[in-house]
């Protein structure tokens, strides 16, 4: 039995299709699917688990040990708001939480995968290396951050990173995002944007060396990102932070033009005043170092900017139906696909 934490949300339940595609249906989903007109829970319907749990109900189950033959715990569940500012809150949900699912999972020697983030990495002056070493020196611009760092700090202290592997997710984008609002990738606003005006809103830039739009993120494909879990599900050995990204910065504009192409519109880009709110913290650059992953043996090549955005436009996006379905994956493709 794997656990998926967050399993009904953005990556979760991308990584329960990923899992669900290989023949993998032995999961226990824990979340909180909040109210039904919110759609958290369409990211579900189609695929298979065996059982599902409320998060507050998991840490009673594991103390009383009334959860066997666990072999894994994939922990994506937390609050993901970079504007979130309850601190206490992100404190529970996101190191409380954190730091009870990993103190079991070494008491019962049962493989933990979870969700650190590339918001660790604050302005990037302390560069984008997901050595261990490096962790003391990140320097988070939002409270989100911080407490996936404390997470990452508390492990690495009392030897979690041993035996676990840190995700250190970058700007993920694709389908089973639909929940979160404005918390949903520039290419999910881009499409409705698109499909609504013809025209793209894009922050101007508010720095004299970056262009408006050339503002320059590491954008990664969440098909991308399931694949590496799944990796790490079979790879033990592959322990300690990992950066998920591509390993390439590419511009909003990149992103938008490519979004344009995929619906077969003709390129219109408006440029707005970036909110002072979030002025002062906005990261103008971000690029994932993927030296540990590579070093530790992952050799599939990421996809591109365009085909990602290509895939998650038409075959998604596009769709009257555009959640992550396994009734709708071709097995018989899948089984003979080539290991990316």
């Given amino acids: 039995m794997i656990i998926i934490t967050g399993g009904a949300g953005f990556i979760g339940s991308a990584m329960l299709w990923e899992l669900n595609r290989h023949g993998i249906d032995e999961v226990l989903i824990v979340d909180d699917l909040g109210q039904a007109s919110e759609g958290k829970w369409l990211n579900l319907r189609g695929l298979r688990f065996a059982d599902f ?54 008491a019962k020697s049962v493989r933990f995968i979870y969700a650190s983030s590339a918001a ?9 290396s997901d050595g261990t070493e490096a962790v003391d020196r990140l320097r988070p611009l939002n409270m989100y951050g911080y407490s996936k760092q404390l997470f990452d700090l508390w492990a690495l202290r009392n030897g979690i990173l041993d035996h676990a592997a840190g995700l250190k997710f970058y700007n993920v984008y694709g389908p089973n995002e639909y929940h979160k609002g404005e918390m949903s990738s520039v290419v999910f606003k881009a499409f409705h944007q698109i499909r609504e005006s013809g025209n793209v809103k894009l922050f101007r830039s508010h720095r004299p060396e970056y262009q408006d739009g050339e503002q320059l993120r590491d954008f990664v494909y969440v098909k991308d990102c399931t694949r590496i879990m799944k990796w790490l599900l079979e790879t033990p050995s592959a322990t300690g932070l990992f950066n998920v990204g591509t390993g390439q910065a590419r511009s909003f504009r990149d992103l938008a033009i490519a979004t344009f192409d995929a619906m077969g519109v003709k390129p219109s880009i408006t440029f707005i005043p970036m909110p002072e709110t979030i002025r002062e913290k906005y ?21 591109s900017l365009e085909e990602g955005v290509r895939d998650y436009v038409q075959n998604h996006l596009s769709k009257e139906h555009p959640h992550l379905d396994i009734a709708a994956t071709d097995m018989e493709t899948i089984n003979k696909e080539p290991s990316r």
């Fill in 53 to 106: 749990i409320h998060k507050d109900d998991l840490s009673g189950l594991l103390e009383k040990n009334l959860l066997s033959g666990i072999e894994a715990v994939i922990h994506m569940g937390a609050i993901s708001a970079t504007t979130e500012q309850d601190a206490n809150l992100l404190l529970r949900n996101n190191y409380e939480y954190s730091k009870m699912l990993a103190s079991w999972c070494a």
């Fill in 120 to 128: 660790t990495f604050g302005d990037g002056s302390a560069g984008y």
């Fill in 283 to 303: 990261q103008y650059y971000t690029c994932a170092d993927c030296g540990n992953l590579r070093n530790a043996g992952y050799t599939a090549p990421m996809t």
